[in-house]
């Protein structure tokens, strides 16, 4: 019997095309960060448009520039009255560390006078936490934050442009997508398109909704800040809604800045209301957004959510925290699990509802083919 290339390509085809399709995936994957900012850009974006175009029957194009143009108002006004007062309050955050740490430090030692075990402890992890040592290190971290945030910000604005020229032309670019089926790489779309959009449906879907709910957490807690008299709202309410990106441990993250500067306005009674108002959100997070919304599909555990983001930022770092978690559902249900692609699309299908009928949004659907190209 004589071996055959040819014939054995042809016998594990399936498996050379995904292959290929990861080896593509991992050459490009510096480029994965404009990748995905212009996809949730472009979804956003399209489910808006496909909205009011079904309110208003303007012409699709012309909806889409005026979308685009109040993007572009919402940034440059960010930009220009935000900013300013962002920088200013993180200079001030890390000004107030001192007194902040001096504030904590008198309460605990008023705590646990009396026991000598844990004052002996208490002391060891006062050492290390000396105050300018603690400054030194949060700008060491600012500036590093900073660095990787330019290269973030330049993604975003060319991420904003593609998703412009993506959603002006997108019949278009579908039409030539389809046309894939009928030239040569028709086995490696037939095999690849149909996993492919249904993964970037859920991802799509999963991303949004976790926008929304960050964003309905950050209205709550900067009501609940101004009514409290915590200083520092701008600064405290960006660091919740980016952190709400994460979830579960977006939670913890989000929190020590705010009961920081809790301490600092009020001391420790203060910091205990800001704790209530925490928990206070984030249970009607979890029992009011989160059932509505994520459940449809990322019904998991909170104990394994931390696990799988642990896993996923230790192997592709910040990326991980975000994606982690859709995509080890993703990946649980359709390979490990063995579910058909019409089970696939049919909770795809119930998140994308759960989703819009939490924000309103009927009968929109993501950019890109169907799931048969």
């Given amino acids: 019997m004589t071996f055959s290339i040819g014939g054995f390509f042809r016998t594990n085809k399936v498996f050379f095309i995904w292959v290929a399709f990861g080896s593509l995936l991992f050459l490009f994957r510096e480029m994965f960060g404009l990748v995905f900012i212009t996809y949730i850009m472009c979804f956003i974006a399209h489910g808006l448009v496909h909205r009011m175009h079904r309110v208003c029957h303007i012409p699709r194009r012309v909806l889409i520039v005026l979308l685009y143009l109040v993007f572009l108002a919402i940034i440059v006004g960010f930009l220009f009255f935000i900013t300013p007062r962002l920088i200013s309050e993180g200079k001030g955050f890390t000004e107030q560390i001192?007194?902040?740490?001096?504030?904590?430090?008198?309460?605990?030692?008023?705590?646990?006078?009396?026991?000598?075990?844990?004052?002996?402890?208490?002391?060891?992890v006062k050492e290390q936490l000396v105050p300018s040592t603690v400054i030194a290190s949060s700008w060491s971290a600012a500036f590093g934050l900073l660095q990787k945030s330019v290269h973030y910000i330049s993604w975003f604005f060319l991420g904003l442009l593609f998703s412009f020229l993506i959603m002006l032309d997108l019949s278009r670019l579908t039409r030539s997508v389809r046309r894939l089926r009928?030239?040569?790489?028709?086995?490696?779309?037939?095999?690849?398109?149909?996993?492919?959009?249904?993964?970037?449906?859920?991802?799509?879907?999963?991303?949004?909704?976790?926008?929304?709910?960050?964003?309905?957490?950050?209205?709550?807690?900067a009501v609940g800040l101004y009514f409290l008299?915590?200083?520092?709202?701008?600064?405290?309410?960006?660091?919740?809604?980016?952190?709400?990106?994460?979830?579960?441990?977006?939670?913890?993250?989000?929190?020590?800045?705010?009961?920081?500067?809790?301490?600092?306005?009020?001391?420790?009674?203060?910091a205990?209301?800001?704790?209530?108002?925490?928990?206070?959100?984030?249970?009607?997070?979890?029992?009011?957004?989160?059932?509505?919304?994520?459940?449809?599909?990322?019904?998991?555990?909170?104990?394994?959510?931390l696990i799988i983001l642990y896993i996923a930022h230790s192997l592709i770092g910040v990326w991980g925290m975000l994606l982690g978690v859709p995509i080890s559902v993703y990946v649980y249900r359709q390979l490990i699990v063995g579910s058909t692609p019409a089970a696939v699309a049919g909770a795809a299908s119930a998140y994308a509802a759960a989703a819009r009928a939490s924000m309103g949004c009927d009968g929109e659907r993501g950019p890109g083919p169907s799931a048969g190209v």
């Fill in 98 to 124: 001192p007194t902040i740490m001096a504030t904590v430090e008198a309460w605990i030692e008023s705590k646990i006078s009396g026991n000598q075990m844990l004052q002996d402890v208490f002391v060891r």
């Fill in 182 to 221: 009928y030239t040569r790489l028709a086995s490696v779309v037939e095999e690849t398109s149909g996993s492919v959009v249904l993964f970037a449906r859920v991802v799509g879907e999963a991303f949004r909704a976790q926008i929304f709910i960050s964003s309905l957490n950050t209205a709550l807690t």
């Fill in 229 to 270: 008299g915590i200083q520092g709202i701008v600064l405290l309410c960006t660091v919740v809604f980016f952190c709400g990106l994460i979830p579960v441990l977006g939670v913890f993250i989000s929190s020590v800045p705010i009961l920081l500067m809790a301490v600092n306005a009020g001391g420790i009674p203060l």
């Fill in 272 to 305: 205990l209301w800001a704790l209530v108002l925490i928990v206070i959100i984030h249970l009607v997070e979890a029992y009011v957004f989160n059932p509505r919304i994520m459940s449809a599909v990322m019904r998991i555990n909170p104990v394994m959510v």
